[in-house]
């Protein structure tokens, strides 16, 4: 070791994140409780990371396409459909989705079972969505399509209209 390398001050870099287990923001959408392990502000915007639980027969968002960011979907337990255009894939445990900026979607638990996924969203941007519905319905409104459709578009999300 040089002596210019034992007098020098140690790097300073950015600092991690560690959330625990039962720890993290959650977000409650119905019958789908979401628990936030990152949402960007520990990675520079890059990407953010929640956990979410759906209920037995859980219906998702309508079909929809993101223009700006990529989500994948990791699923935990239970097995989760996921629509791709005109497409269903049954995901099972051990199985990674990923889709794509443009790639109309969708996903749903259509069994008896609870069903557990992990999902990442790069960049960042769409947790905002996720807290805006929870405030709809923290406000005792109603989750209209139109409700989803306006805060989808803050999102650059609009709903896949030409599979409806």
Do not use: K, W
């Amino acid at each position: 070791m040089t002596e210019e390398a034992r007098n020098s001050e140690p790097q300073v870099g950015p600092a991690i994140s560690v959330v625990g287990p039962g720890e993290g923001e959650t977000i409650v959408l119905g019958t789908t409780r979401m628990r936030v392990l990152e949402d960007g502000s520990h990675t520079g915007h890059r990407l953010a990371i929640a956990e979410s639980v759906l209920a037995p027969r859980t219906q998702g968002p309508p079909q929809h396409r993101h223009a700006q960011h990529d989500e994948g979907f990791y699923v935990l337990s239970g097995t989760v459909r996921f629509t791709v255009g005109n497409d269903d894939y049954d995901a099972t445990a051990g199985t990674l989705v990923m889709v794509p900026p443009g790639a109309p979607h969708t996903f749903a638990n259509p069994t008896d079972q609870p069903a557990v996924m992990l999902s990442t969203f790069t960049p960042d941007l769409y947790v905002q969505y996720f807290r805006d519905l929870q405030a709809v319905f923290a406000d005792g409104r109603p989750l209209t399509p139109q409700a989803n459709i306006d805060a989808m578009s803050r999102y650059a999300t609009e709903p896949a209209t030409d599979l409806a």
